[in-house]
């Protein structure tokens, strides 16, 4: 009887174990819950469309007259000799590709950035100068459909920035380091076409460095040139910053983890000590049961002189010196019983309580 009482307890311990992990995730749940309301994500929002974007610099680096290049240019991506520069030819591109039509409306610009860069004392470079020169700015265009294309060709004159930087040097006695940025602004509005809502609000911003004051330069790009991006209904409302129900119902789920986490932990330490009394009372019935009488009565004590035993094994060794049986009784079912050996006026008593086990389970 006293095995089955066991075999439901650790069942019990273990169904406690499993609640409390269930809590834990209803608790994550709840958390995850609150921060996707103050952060929604966007596959939360109603998708409206979705659109891609291609942008680069083609050029072509057209070179003076000299005796070693015949030929009147280089392409991209080589290492130019500065001093045989003559200008550089240039194509600015925007793609843009809706998957739905939209009412649109664009700008853009293209201006050249000469700038002075100074090292610093943590060896980075400092810009100590620099002007924007416009060099192209196109009217708003307004439009339908799915797509547009951005394509300005633009001449950079090098030599010209390059002698504004060397008198710059010459003229401050700074030793510093130069280069032209050539960047390509694009402004876009755009919405469904046919609705009144501009739900997209986009500024572009494409850069291409062209190093000044060295004898050999390689133009740097510092754009991204492809991208994909989703609008979503209403997402520049501030009102869909914050996810109200999510948050509350994020709230509710939390508490209620933490009271029932609180619940389940305290039976659970309830159910182990009693588990943990179960196992040793059940181990000494069946190491000792040959040597054990159990009574249903709890033996009166009152006139004999009760030596407490702090060990079974010591009750043990008293047995055999003594051979008297020793009795078994429970004086609190699942809680608390007596071994006892009786001789000559004298009761030596164990006592196996379920309080014995509660220091252990806490350390």
């Known amino acids: 009887m006293k095995k089955n009482d066991e075999n439901k307890t650790i069942f019990k311990q273990w169904t406690s174990v499993l609640l409390i992990i269930g809590v834990f995730a209803i608790f994550i749940s709840g958390f995850c819950l609150i921060v996707s309301g103050f952060n929604p994500e966007e596959s939360s929002k109603k998708e409206l469309y979705s659109y891609d974007y291609n942008t680069n610099f083609d050029y072509k680096v057209y070179l003076k007259e000299n005796n070693f290049f015949n030929i009147e240019y280089l392409g991209m991506n080589k290492q130019y000799i500065a001093s045989l520069i003559d200008r550089i030819e240039l194509t600015a591109n925007y793609d843009f590709t809706s998957t739905k039509d939209l009412d649109y409306t664009y700008s853009y610009s293209i201006t050249a950035t000469p700038k002075g860069l100074y090292e610093g004392s943590d060896g980075k470079s400092v810009e100590v100068w620099s002007r924007a020169y416009p060099l192209f700015n196109s009217e708003t265009i307004s439009g339908t459909g799915k797509k547009f294309n951005i394509s ?212």
């Not at 920035?161 to 006695?173: A, I, K, P, S, V």
């Open 152 to 363: 300005q060709p633009i001449t950079l004159d090098y030599n010209s920035y390059n002698d504004l930087m060397t008198n710059f040097r010459e003229q401050f006695g700074l030793s510093v380091d130069a280069r032209v940025d050539l960047t390509l602004n694009v402004n876009i509005n755009a919405g469904l076409a046919g609705s009144n809502t501009k739900d997209l609000s986009k500024s572009a911003k494409i850069n291409l460095k062209v190093p000044l004051l060295q004898q050999t330069i390689r133009l740097n790009p510092d754009y991204v040139n492809t991208g994909h991006e989703t609008v979503y209904e209403n997402q520049n409302t501030k009102e869909s910053d914050i996810n109200i129900p999510y948050i509350l119902f994020g709230i509710v789920l939390m508490v209620f983890a933490v009271v029932s986490f609180v619940i389940l932990l305290r039976k659970l330490l309830v159910i182990t000590k009693k588990s943990e009394y179960l196992i040793n009372y059940n181990k000494i019935l069946k190491d000792y049961g040959d040597i054990i009488a159990e009574t249903r009565n709890v033996p009166d004590l009152s006139n004999y002189e009760v030596i407490r035993v702090k060990d079974f094994n010591e009750l043990v060794d008293i047995e055999e010196e003594l051979h008297s049986p020793i009795i078994c009784c429970e004086v609190k079912p699942d809680v608390e019983c007596w071994f006892i050996i009786i001789n000559s006026g004298v009761a030596y008593k164990y006592a196996l309580t379920q309080e014995y086990f509660e220091h252990i389970i806490k350390d």
